[in-house]
């Protein structure tokens, strides 16, 4: 791990008689990740994950955690953050540091999804959405636009000039679109915002879970279902839209919640959208580099890819 807090299982176990969620049986440090330190924890009521935050502060954290919270009441499968029992706080202190304690999600992740895979989640993205309609904390996408206008001229020096040119011309349509009455009509709420495979888990073909809500933000539902239709549905290889992938997730979307007429004029203005955010971060991380970042930063060049293909190839909705 990029960074790590030592967790004993004294701390474990005095951490887990303030959840009254059992006997500690064991914990195991998880390798991989570079924002947080992760645990299994498994006590003799079940199993969980416990994450110390490195990165994210305590006043920031309430929006993602309770926002797991209202959508694992709203019986959306998440990890369901575990609460004190005198307190009832699901944001927790240990080690110093602020910390979750949260159900762990059966199966894995399918990394080389099929149509039964992209239609569940597409059916499940839906559901989310319209469960997170409740939700009253706000906090915007933190990786939206003000934060793509920021970071562009940071990152533009460090690309050649064709693709600075690129950049430049699809930051400037995106701004221009999001001035644009139909961007207002947008239906907005909760969302993901970065519902990439390896943030799902399945058992076999049945969605089991989503899970790192940890660039959630309030934003438009369109934006979310680009983001997984960028991931879910092209060829990985070329950035190609897979039609038969795409339709899959659209189909299932749609039959919990249909697009509204604004979301189907900026279908594509959205899915380039996507591909720019993804663009600009993996710029961002592979350019700039945080220190003690252990794992290799993801190559720019797949979203620029992608965003290619979109703007040459805009698909159609049915």
Same mark, same amino acid.
Request: overall charge negative; charged content about 20%.
């Given at each position: ?22 006997? !500690? ?26 994450? !110390? ?71 499940? !993205? ?28 940071v990152v533009l020096p460090y690309m050649d000039e064709e693709a600075a040119a690129m950049l430049r011309a699809? %930051? ?56 997984? !239709? ?52 993996? %710029? ?35």
């Amino acid at each position: 791990m990029a960074v790590f807090t030592e967790v004993s299982d004294k701390d474990a176990r005095d951490l887990l008689r303030r959840l009254s969620i059992g006997s !500690l049986t064991e914990l195991r440090g998880i390798q991989g990740g570079i924002e947080n330190t992760n645990y299994f924890l498994t006590t003799d009521q079940g199993e969980y994950v416990l994450t !110390l935050f490195e990165r994210l502060g305590f006043e920031q954290l309430p929006f993602y955690l309770y926002l797991m919270k209202h959508l694992a009441l709203a019986g959306i499968p998440v990890p369901d953050p575990q609460a004190e029992t005198r307190s009832g706080d699901i944001l927790l202190k240990l080690c110093g540091k602020p910390a979750a304690v949260v159900t762990r999600l059966a199966g894995k992740s399918q990394l080389a999804p099929q149509a039964v895979h992209c239609a569940a989640v597409g059916e499940m !993205l839906a559901r989310m959405h319209l469960a997170g309609r409740g939700y009253e904390r706000q906090q915007p996408n933190l990786r939206g636009l003000p934060w793509w206008n920021e970071t562009v001229p940071v990152v533009l020096p460090y690309m050649d000039e064709e693709a600075a040119a690129m950049l430049r011309a699809e %930051l400037a349509y995106q701004n221009h679109v999001a001035a644009s009455p139909a961007c207002a009509a947008l239906p907005r709420g909760p969302i993901h915002a970065d519902l990439f495979r390896d943030n799902v888990m399945f058992d076999g073909d049945r969605l089991t879970g989503f899970f790192d809500f940890y660039f959630a933000g309030v934003d438009t539902w369109l934006f979310d279902l680009a983001v997984c !239709l960028n991931d879910w549905c092209i060829n990985h290889a070329t950035g190609a839209h897979d039609a038969q992938l795409a339709q899959a997730m659209l189909d299932a979307y749609q039959q919990v919640r249909p697009l509204e007429a604004a979301e189907r004029e900026l279908f594509n203005a959205q899915l380039r959208a996507g591909a720019l955010r993804f663009w600009i971060s993996r %710029l961002w991380d592979y350019h700039l580099p945080r220190e003690a970042a252990l794992l290799t930063p993801h190559d720019p060049r797949h979203f620029e890819r992608v965003l290619r293909q979109r703007i040459a190839h805009p698909p159609q909705l049915a």
